[in-house]
């Protein structure tokens, strides 16, 4: 089994990116997502290219709101400004499961490509344009899963996150999963990673893995008292404290996965 150790929300805050930019230069994870919208997302890329691995870095689609994600983050697409979905210049944070929300599929494109394109002008051509993320699983949603897929059509993307092995043990996303199902008849497209989890879902569920060729872990770093954590709550404490982030990979490794890799080594 390969396991791509994947670091989200490079791009999320100041305190992130010092956290991310670390466990990436020590090895700690191998690939990272740059989420776009936020204030600190050229920081992240300003980093990366100073830290030489900005090509392991891939797009992280956005459509949430300031509030929900832990800063402000603006759309990036000026029609999209000016839709229901917006407010005073932010992501207004829509449920974006409403029935009447699927004759805007459109809308939700030229916001995502948008956010592609300027993903490509920002890394000058050095990132990994083959791998794409969407924030807070809100491709669940089936006109914004329509979206997601025409982007990945339309630029020929690899491959694509969809949703968490993890999520099955969450009743809220596992309602939002079946009903993205029941409209939209997923299948495991050879454009998606199926395969992906929190690490604590991951270790504790190693059945609902095997077999699988190509897993990926992803983590928060984040530093909490000036410790490199997993700033990434787990299904099954759902209070318990951050762990450090090289506890993590121990466990991860004393469970017999000691190759880690990016999504551009593949």
């Not at 090509?55 to 800063?71: A, P, Q």
């Not at 899963?145 to 949703?163: G, Q």
Request: charged share 25%; with cysteine.
């Amino acid at each position: 089994m390969k396991i791509v150790m994947q670091a989200d929300d490079f791009g999320r805050s100041h305190e992130m990116n010092l956290a991310i930019d670390c466990a990436m230069k020590q090895g700690l994870v191998r690939s990272t997502s740059l989420l776009m919208g936020s204030e600190f997302t050229r920081e992240a890329v300003e980093m990366a290219q100073q830290g030489g691995y900005l090509r392991h870095v891939h797009c992280h689609l956005n459509l949430s709101s300031g509030k929900t994600s832990g800063n402000h983050f603006v759309p990036l697409n000026e029609n999209y400004k000016k839709s229901r979905f917006c407010k005073n210049g932010e992501f207004s944070g829509y449920n974006y499961y409403k029935p009447d929300f699927a004759k805007y599929s459109d809308v939700f494109l030229q916001e995502l490509e948008t956010q592609f394109l300027q993903f490509r002008e920002l890394t000058g051509g050095q990132a990994n344009y083959n791998h794409l993320d969407v924030h807070r699983w809100v491709n669940l949603s089936p006109p914004v899963d329509l979206a997601y897929r025409k982007l990945i059509r339309k630029y020929d993307v690899a491959s694509a996150r969809f949703f968490g092995e993890h999520q099955k043990s969450q009743t809220s996303l596992k309602k939002k999963l079946f009903y993205s199902m029941m409209f939209f008849n997923i299948k495991r497209e050879k454009q998606y990673v199926m395969k992906s989890s929190k690490v604590p879902y991951f270790l504790q569920c190693p059945d609902q893995f095997a077999g699988d060729s190509i897993v990926e872990l992803y983590v928060h770093p984040d530093y909490q008292n000036g410790v490199l954590v997993d700033a990434t709550t787990s299904p099954f404490e759902k209070n318990a404290p951050f762990k450090p982030l090289e506890e993590q990979i121990r466990l991860i490794r004393e469970a017999g996965h000691t190759e880690f890799l990016s999504w551009e080594d593949l």
